[in-house]
């Protein structure tokens, strides 16, 4: 989990994969019109890379959330949110 304080941003020592599955999912999610049910690899990858997921535990973490049914794969570079990882959304 990314901690931040004035000046400094570091990462907790222990992450869980459920905060990382939780960063993952939040790419989807827009303040202004809700859950996107689309997002490419790229915006995911960008919004991850910001929330301190990257490299390699970006990609085993992705490629977990696919096997968990979180996302899935549409094309080439688009993936798309299913209902599992919509629960994992905060509700409004």
Known sequence: ?????????????????????QII????????FGVS???TRGAVQNYCKKHGLQ????TETLASA???GLIA?????????????RALLAQR
Request: aromatic residues 8%; hydrophobic residues 35%.
């Open 66 to 68: 696919m096997t968990a």
């Open 1 to 21: 989990m990314l901690v931040r304080t004035p000046n400094i941003t570091h990462w907790r020592a222990t992450v869980t994969l459920d905060e990382k599955y």
């Open 37 to 39: 049910p689309t997002s």
């Open 55 to 58: 490299g390699e535990d970006y």
């Open 25 to 32: 999912v939040n790419a989807f999610q827009n303040n202004k």
């Open 73 to 85: 794969q549409m094309a080439d570079s688009a993936l798309t949110i299913r209902n599992a990882g």
